[in-house]
């Protein structure tokens, strides 16, 4: 394992101090937990967004804390959940008396450990309201298993649920628009590499020199099927089309996101949009706006995700609207 | 059988030891077919675990496991932190008031944490998750009189390996559909170093 | 090796594609080159900045395009200096006739395709001045040899001197500023793994298992040092030690920027980043703004760069205004 | 020895050649204490110039020269495209007019080229660069009567290899220092394959 850390245990503690101290103007971590709030809160009277999950997705979540996105980023180990303790926590630090809105992804532990620090903030007289991401159509959509994972497409969310508190919505709008939101975003993800979770030092899984893993995860688990390598252009025609396999994107406006996991250069992300772009013009889908970059990360991982989100008036105008966070200026 | 502080003291660092020395092993097993997280998780917490029951005085049981219960919440994370959380929050309450835990008063713990994991979780038996452990030795506590801890020591382990069979509904393995069959699931293995543990405590005991 | 390409020899046209179209609304591609300019360009008035250099540096250069920023970025083959005819179709795209600044990156080829570029152009009567960028304080400078190299600080050339000719600076007092930026910039980096430019398939370098490479390049070339790999607190005060040994910064005010080389996480990056702010506070050095991301890459070697820029007031005031670049929002 | 048309077009497909065969070595050259690309640069610019002359009809060994000139120019890029790119504009300027290049020709074009490539590239003998290979080609066109082509070729060869222990202070591999001795010069090779294809050319035509 190679890596650029101290003690391997400490990486999330560390993080945080460099991350804090990278934008003091912006962000704050409350004392003692691995919690990063805006700088200014809790804003008052204004609906308070709360995201996290593991770490090892940079910037997700703490790129995304800022004036128009998350009021607080909970930082779990890597890969792992925060505990409801550390929720609660940034809850309480971001609560501006017009309830609070957890952004969830939907994996076994968030879902949980979120839930629960939920619980906790109502027993003290906070409102609280969630929504669920669950727009990676890898996994199969079943209510008799976890269901689907949620990966990529949350940015959107942060994003377009941050602006509708920032315009002053109150709880039930952003819910309501976090919900459109999820009913519209379909991703799709792939690895040429795997990754090493520091305390761990071991690689997540192996992969051939000529094999990809295709509908992977976003923390190092296998994904639904192996495959000899592909071309840039056979990679979109499968990640794309799975997505347009799952909903109906037909003479729709999208929002478009190729995401890399990690390791894979930006040339190539490029060079994966390139046709997207094609085929979504093909198909007569409308792009918007696209996004090229890493939003949504799984450490070091070689690979990408693609995402689709289908857009309406009211979504177009909070995608656009202005957002303060680090790691998504508009 | 009889549990008192000092045994249910007994029981978690048992139970720390095993984990600890299992720790890789653990996280193997969650690389198969999660994230490769799980020893390195249950570590982390049984280590704090360990950390604040050496350095506290108990008069009861359920002092002791509510401790346990909310060091693993607060240490834990991941789906294990708040189902191994709420095991013990409930297996706390349960022992309330109690000097000393009967083979009744377990049984009756067991049950009641076995329902709060089934609800924290929205699992149930054969999802191939810890509650296809939790579910047997629960159902032995409660049907057998005059237990012998060998029991409770097969009954877990038999439970575990028969996890290998199943197919995944709930937690990360539930991705792989077919694919997790044919693999322990870590979480039921470090519930069977639990009940082992327990098991092991008591026999001492007797 | 394992890219997400299509064919290895066509990477540059293929990535541009996925780039304008990834920008439609700010960026365009000038027919049958591989200049990437601002969407109004060229800009009347306006002193326009022409970068550029070999590609695999994503989001250099063409991240870079955009108000207040570069007019042109001319991209050459990967880690190949662009042709002198390239880079002239550059300066006739962007030439607002208030003159034409180039930002180069002190390498023999890049230095030389640009001149030859900016003798076409003088020639036909387009008034042209440069900067030559040599940050990289891991190469000793003198006046015998190639000189420093220009690394991850060009970032803030094109800031800063965009900014100045945003705000109306004429050609000379663009070169200023840039001349200014050049002399108060350094930067040193260091790898943990090589990269594998797609036309060749072969990584650039052999690093064992426990070793490091201090004092690398952008573009695969060995360092100045190889080394047993180090805690993130020892690369910091070996990258930033060999820069205060280089300038001294005592009681001044700085921009810093820890830059990413590829495949390492922002989760190091920021453990990198709180060392680098410690040893700068004790020395007393105040940190004006920080920069943590990836902005100069070598494809995807793991590593990372930090650079130190000692402002003044005209530098902070260029720094903060406005860049709508696509990787440089502010 | 005298240099045609004809002749001009063989000695740029003879290089061509030389350069695709031992691209991978080139390129290999150049990793050891440059960036690896030099062999990938001289293919693409070679494989530009011939399929640029291939359909191309000329009058003039001059007119030859600046077609290769104009085209390695825009297609190799690095540094070696205009020093090479250089190298030729200049030849073919000083060749201008006339019908048949003699020795006398070539060495002045040659030394006009050299003269060229020392500016742009500011280098002198010496700092491990082609420049190396170069100059004692150069001199022994203008000092030897009745030269031998194997008399270039050997020279060449000789130059190219006494790159090796050259420590460099111009290229990419001037930032190595001591440690890009023992190592040989990419362009100095690249150099040393123009200089053999001119005199297999010119033994052929003798
Ligand atoms: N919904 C669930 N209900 C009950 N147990 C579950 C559930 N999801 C996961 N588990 C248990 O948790 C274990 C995984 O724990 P761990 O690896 O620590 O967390 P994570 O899955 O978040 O990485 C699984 O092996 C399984 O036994
Ligand atoms: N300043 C210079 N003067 C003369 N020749 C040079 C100079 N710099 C580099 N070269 C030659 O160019 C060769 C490298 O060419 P190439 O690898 O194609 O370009 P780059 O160095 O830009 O990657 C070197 O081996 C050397 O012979
Ligand atoms: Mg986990
Ligand atoms: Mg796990
Ligand atoms: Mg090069
Ligand atoms: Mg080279």
């Given at each position: ?48 967004l709360?995201s996290g999950g593991?770490?090892?997705h940079e910037p997700a979540h703490a790129g995304y804390v800022g004036?128009g996105m998350l009021?607080?980023a ?29 952004v969830?992804k ?25 929504v669920?991401v669950?727009d990676d ?13 949620g990966i990529a497409g949350t940015v959107f969310v942060h994003k377009i649920a941050g602006a ?14 976090a919900?459109?939101v999820v009913?519209?975003v379909r991703s799709?993800g ?28 976003i ?36 929002a478009v996101m190729v995401n890399g996991l ?27 706006k696209t996004f090229v970059g890493e939003y949504m990360t ?7 995700s693609v995402s689709l989100l ?8 909070l995608l656009?609207?202005?957002s303060?966070a680090p790691a998504f200026r508009i | ?206």
């Amino acid at each position: 394992m190679k890596k650029i850390v101290n003690d391997p245990n400490q990486v999330v503690q560390d993080m945080l101090k460099g991350l804090v101290a990278a934008y003091p103007e912006s962000l704050k971590q409350v004392p003692d937990t691995t919690v990063v709030v805006r700088k200014d809160a809790p804003v008052t009277n204004k609906v308070a967004l709360v995201s996290g999950g593991g770490s090892g997705h940079e910037p997700a979540h703490a790129g995304y804390v800022g004036a128009g996105m998350l009021d607080a980023a909970v930082c779990g180990e890597t890969f792992t959940s925060p505990t409801p303790d550390q929720v609660f926590e940034a809850i309480k630090a971001v609560d501006g008396s017009a309830g609070v809105f957890l952004v969830i992804k939907n994996y076994t532990g968030d879902v949980m450990n979120f839930e629960m620090a939920a619980e906790l903030a109502e027993a003290e007289g906070i409102r609280v309201e969630k929504v669920i991401v669950n727009d990676d159509v890898a996994v199969e959509d079943s209510s008799f298993t976890t269901g689907r994972r949620g990966i990529a497409g949350t940015v959107f969310v942060h994003k377009i649920a941050g602006a509708k508190a920032d315009k002053g919505g109150s709880l039930e709008e952003v819910k309501a628009v976090a919900d459109k939101v999820v009913a519209n975003v379909r991703s799709m993800g792939m690895a040429l590499s795997p990754c090493t979770v520091p305390a761990s030092g071991k690689p997540s899984f192996e992969l051939a020199e000529d094999e990809m893993e295709i509908g992977i995860g976003i923390h190092g688990e296998p994904g639904i099927e192996r495959k000899t390598i592909a071309t840039a252009d056979e990679i979109a025609e499968e990640l794309t089309g799975k997505i347009l396999e799952d909903m109906d994107y037909t003479s729709s406006e999208v929002a478009v996101m190729v995401n890399g996991l990690g390791s894979t250069p930006e040339m190539e992300l490029f060079i994966l949009n390139g046709k997207v772009q094609d085929i979504l013009a093909e198909k007569g889908i409308k792009v918007y706006k696209t996004f090229v970059g890493e939003y949504m990360t799984s450490l070091e991982m070689a690979g990408c995700s693609v995402s689709l989100l289908k857009l309406d008036d009211e979504l177009k105008e909070l995608l656009d609207s202005e957002s303060k966070a680090p790691a998504f200026r508009i | 059988m009889e549990l008192h502080v000092a045994q249910a003291l007994m029981w978690i660092e048992r139970t720390n030891e095993k984990i600890q020395e299992n720790k890789e092993y653990l996280s193997a097993l969650d690389q198969a077919i999660g994230d490769g997280d799980h020893g390195i998780n249950m570590a982390r917490g049984f280590q704090a675990v360990i950390e604040k029951t050496s350095s506290s005085e108990y008069e009861t049981v359920s002092d002791v496991l509510k401790d346990v219960a909310m060091t693993l919440m607060a240490k834990v994370g991941g789906a294990s932190g708040p189902l191994y959380g709420t095991a013990f929050l409930k297996m706390s309450m349960s022992t309330k008031g109690k000097e000393s835990v009967s083979q009744e008063d377990l049984a009756e713990a067991v049950r009641q944490a076995l329902e709060g994991m089934k609800q924290r979780g929205k699992a149930t038996e054969g999802e191939k998750t810890l509650i296809d452990v939790w579910t047997p030795v629960q159902e032995l506590l409660e049907q057998s009189e005059d237990l012998q801890p060998e029991e409770i020591k097969k009954t877990a382990k038999d439970a575990m390996e028969a996890t290998k069979n199943i197919m995944a509904t709930k937690g990360r393995a539930a991705y792989l559909k077919e694919r997790s069959i044919g693999h322990l699931d870590a979480g039921s293995v470090s519930s069977y170093y639990l009940f082992e543990s327990l098991a092991n405590v008591l026999e001492e005991g007797n």
